[in-house]
């Protein structure tokens, strides 16, 4: 155990040396920056260690463990939480979901022109991102799934079977899973340029997500195993807005987090989150560029043809991400461990896991940033001529994009902003539950030594991807 | 419920049908209204893409130097050449002029040609503008943040007699006066013309996919962002359905006048995608201009970029374009492989 903690230490020491990480690296896209990169990963960290003492000093209690809720004032609340308001959200999500099945089946079979990939990988995916780290949990409202399921079980009344009890040990296993299949879709399989295929998988996935209602009953399945379900309320949980018995009210940021349930599976969820898009941006950089055809190569050496041999070595690259990122978790978990208090390394990931959502939430946000700002734009004509057949329902099917709402220099300064302030968010989170899980101030703070350098190697690792990805 | 999962159903047909409603895609616009308005470039262009040969003077027992003595004074302009390879018989003659301000001139143009400028000049052909700004949809990242964009080029048929120097003089109308640019090119005959032509069987070279590049999307195309002409290999292809093989790399791009072809592929594989495969080739080995030219253009021979050629389904080549190249020759060239 003595040299496990060892490997964590220098692990987490490699992983927090911001200079080491990017003294050598240029911003080929970002030029005219006036600061250099170095010094943002510098400042990005020095923020952090400031962040780490204060928090020390001046939060002695937990206070987003107990936050309180409010509802929304005249009313509103009650308005936007009614069963109208959820009957019209989950109706438009249903006819979205026709709408894209129809649109990649009956448009052109390619990605650029075909109106289905770039509603679902830019603004479900993404852009339903950035909707419930501010609007909350907008896809519970939305979810074409569970619109159907509930409609289902309302028109069927006593007559729909009773669910089965939801197998414990599953937890949020099956959304890990979905979270998994769904970016190696996209990174790996890039099923984005081949639209038929992507919404095959589109319809697949609601095939067995209604039949696995069915069973398991719509609200327990959204809970547990509908991926999108599970990742768009992991988000959301960092927003100030909550609904409550069909009241929408507000409760300060972040507090939705320490009230997540940390099932089996959750652990995963959030690793996977946060690896498949760590993969993402290592694989547009020059590292995985260097390493790829000697992977391909190693894979063809043992028989799979060019395209599968491809395949298998983003698939290891994805996979490679994801236990990066499980496994620098777990070695700060096992620091964490060392100061005391009884508790097992499993429990320790558990109960932190929580705190990892707004580190991927700014994974997310600064990596797709440009990704939506510039690319979202395409729905605006792709609407027009959602089948690329020469349609222009809206006016607006000869509309390009606009580069220029966003300057590259603009969107690094951003992107930065994301990633130091959902690490110091993070790292808030982890002070609040060490308070509250350790008792004593003092060993609290000792275990957060941990988990300070579990915040700034991910805010290396982040800043390295972004300029890595900008190569 | 059931009946709101109809409506929606319903309403999903219908938009699919009003979807099919126009032609195979793509866009069915005069393509100089995707050039912009601002500063009254869109007249400019239009203006240039409806030439005579009566509008200019005569070349008739004049020598090029007398031709330009009667058409100058109108301000210093130059001519970008858009296009390298000339061959005995009729050539494609691509430009675009530039005024000393290093912005583009649009007006009606004529090329006149002579071995020598002090030989009888041989001329007026008609240059008429062909756009290469194409819908937004269909702009790259690298064409929509071009300040001044290429936004015509001009293209003459010019006819040669002989082989060797040839000088050149372009001749745009501006308002009451003529603006004129000299060049100088090299005619070759065809013979020694290496780079296969129309009616030519075309090297069977396998042009890269993502599986030749191993999953390296960088070196699969430089557009930003990446076209989809990449799903199928050149050789796969070659002899069993049309084909427009385009050769260019348009990030790394040198000249200032090659132009955006690679969107103007995109917006007209849109059209004709069911009838053509559309191939990009990109251009450097590991897009690096210092490492050599890929193998597929070595194969054709090329030293220059970029280069369309168009394949009918016998596999022999039916069109060639080089250099610059609009919309409206980039679809004559498809239409021949019909």
């Excluded at chain 1, 590292?287 to 298998?312: C, H, M, N, Q, R």
């Excluded at chain 1, 508790?343 to 939430?361: D, K, N, Y």
């Excluded at chain 2, 003529?178 to 070279?205: C, E, F």
């Amino acid at each position: 155990m003595r040299s496990l903690r060892v490997a964590a230490v220098v692990a987490l020491a490699a992983l927090a040396a911001p200079a080491s990480a990017l003294a050598h690296s240029g911003l080929s896209q970002r030029q005219n920056l006036p600061i250099p990169d170095w010094l943002f990963a510098w400042a990005a960290a020095a923020v952090l260690v400031v962040s780490f003492g204060a928090l020390a000093v001046l939060w002695p209690e937990p206070r987003l463990e107990k936050a309180g809720w409010r509802p929304l004032p005249g009313g509103l609340g009650r308005a936007l939480g009614s069963r109208a308001v959820e009957i019209v959200c989950g109706a438009l999500g249903v006819a979205l979901l026709v709408l894209t099945i129809v649109g990649g089946y009956v448009g052109v079979n390619t990605g650029a022109a075909n109106f289905a990939p770039a509603f679902i990988l830019i603004i479900f995916w993404v852009g339903l991102v950035f909707g419930s780290i501010v609007f909350g949990d907008v896809f519970r409202a939305i979810s074409p799934w569970r619109a159907i399921g509930r409609a289902t079980g309302a028109i069927l009344g006593r007559r729909a079977p009773a669910p089965r009890p939801y197998p414990e040990r599953l937890g949020r296993w099956p959304a890990a899973l979905v979270l998994l299949i769904f970016p190696w879709i996209e990174l790996v399989g890039k099923w984005d340029a081949v639209p038929h295929t992507l919404v095959s998988a589109a319809l697949g996935y609601t095939v067995i997500t209604l039949a696995a209602q069915a069973i398991y009953g719509t609200e327990t399945w959204t809970r547990r195993g509908e991926g999108f379900a599970v990742y768009f309320n992991f988000f959301s949980r960092i927003s100030p807005f909550e609904t409550r018995d069909r009241v929408v009210g507000l409760r300060p940021p972040l507090a939705g987090l320490p009230k997540l349930d940390p099932v089996p599976g959750t652990v995963a969820v959030v690793v996977v989150m946060i690896g498949t898009v760590t993969f993402d941006g290592f694989s547009q950089g020059p590292l995985w560029a260097s390493v790829l055809p000697d992977l391909v190569d190693a894979f063809t050496s043992i028989g799979f043809g060019p395209v599968a041999a491809e395949k298998l070595a983003g698939t290891v690259g994805l996979l490679f991400g994801v236990g990066l990122i499980g496994g620098f978790y777990t070695l700060g978990m096992e620091g964490a461990r060392s100061v005391g208090g009884g508790m097992t390394l499993e429990r320790l990931r558990r109960i932190f896991i929580h705190t990892l959502v707004p580190i991927a939430a700014v994974y997310v946000a600064a990596h797709y940033l440009t990704y939506f700002v510039y690319d979202g734009q395409r729905i605006i004509y792709l609407a027009s001529d959602p089948f690329g057949q020469g349609s222009d329902l809206f006016g607006t099917a000869t509309r390009g994009v606009d580069y220029s709402v966003l300057s590259q220099n603009g969107a690094w300064y951003l992107e930065v902003a994301f990633v130091v302030v959902g690490h110091v968010a993070a790292l808030t989170l982890a002070h609040d539950r060490a308070l509250s899980v350790y008792g004593q101030a003092k060993r609290a703070v000792r275990s957060q030594y941990w988990m300070l350098g579990v915040m700034v190697g991910f805010t290396s690792l982040a800043l390295w991807l972004l300029v890595n990805a900008g190569k | 419920m059931r009946r709101l999962v109809l409506a929606l159903l319903l309403a999903g047909a219908l938009l699919s049908v009003a979807g099919c409603g126009g032609d195979s895609g793509g866009s069915s616009q005069n393509p100089v209204e995707q050039v912009s308005s601002e500063g009254g470039l869109r007249d400019r262009v239009q203006a240039a893409q409806n030439v005579s040969a009566a509008d200019f003077p005569s070349a008739d027992g004049k020598t090029l130097q007398q031709v330009a003595e009667e058409v100058k004074g109108g301000g210093k302009v130059e001519a970008g050449l858009a296009s390298s390879v000339f061959t005995v018989g009729q050539s494609r003659f691509a430009f675009g002029v530039i005024d000393d301000q290093g912005q583009f001139v649009y007006g009606p143009t004529a090329v006149y040609v002579a071995p020598d400028p002090n030989k009888p000049a041989v001329g007026p052909f008609p240059a008429p503008a062909d756009v290469l700004v194409t819908e937004g949809r269909y702009r790259s990242r690298q064409a929509a943040e071009e300040t001044d964009p290429f936004a015509a080029v001009y293209e003459a048929q010019v006819r040669f007699d002989k082989r060797g120097p040839w000088s050149v003089l372009t001749v745009t109308k501006s308002g009451n006066t003529w603006l004129a640019a000299p060049a100088q090119i090299n005619v070759t005959t065809k013979k020694a013309d290496t780079i296969p032509g129309v009616g030519d069987s075309p090297p069977k070279v396998a042009t890269d996919t993502l599986a030749s590049v191993k999953g390296d999307e960088k070196l699969l195309d430089t557009r930003v962002p990446p076209s989809d002409m990449h799903k199928d290999s050149f050789a796969d292809v070659l002899g069993k359905k049309p084909v427009a093989l385009l050769f260019a790399t348009p990030q790394l791009c040198q000249s200032r006048v090659c132009g955006p072809v690679t969107d103007v592929a995109t917006q007209l594989e849109a059209k004709y995608r069911d009838k053509i495969e559309f191939i990009h080739q990109e251009v450097y080995a590991n897009n690096d201009p210092n490492a050599g030219l890929r193998p597929p253009l070595q194969a054709f021979h090329l030293r220059t970029e970029p280069w369309l050629f168009v394949v009918n389904a016998n596999g022999k080549i039916t069109a060639r374009l080089e250099g610059s190249f609009g919309i409206r020759a980039f679809e004559n060239a498809l239409k021949t492989a019909l």
